[in-house]
C-alpha cells in the first residue's frame, strides 16, 4: 500500500509532505525520497479521498488521491 511519485528535477528541492483527511487534518507520513522519486506508506489509511501537499524550494504542489 504504497504511493509513488515522480518528483521532477525542475520543481526544486523537496522540502515537505504532508498528507491531510476531508477534514483538513494532518496524518502521520511514513515518507521515502531516493533521488527524483518519492513513495509514501499508506498501510495505516482507511479507504477514502485524501489530500498530498509537497512543498519545495519553488513553491508548493497539492492534489487528491483516493485510497481503495
Known sequence: ETLTL???GDAGTLNSVQVFDLSGRALPLEKRLSGQVLE???RGYEPGV???VCT???GSYS???IKL
Open 6 to 8: 515522480t518528483w521532477p
Open 40 to 42: 509514501l506508506d499508506l
Open 50 to 52: 485524501y489530500f498530498l
Open 56 to 58: 519545495s524550494s519553488k
Open 63 to 65: 492534489s487528491r488521491f
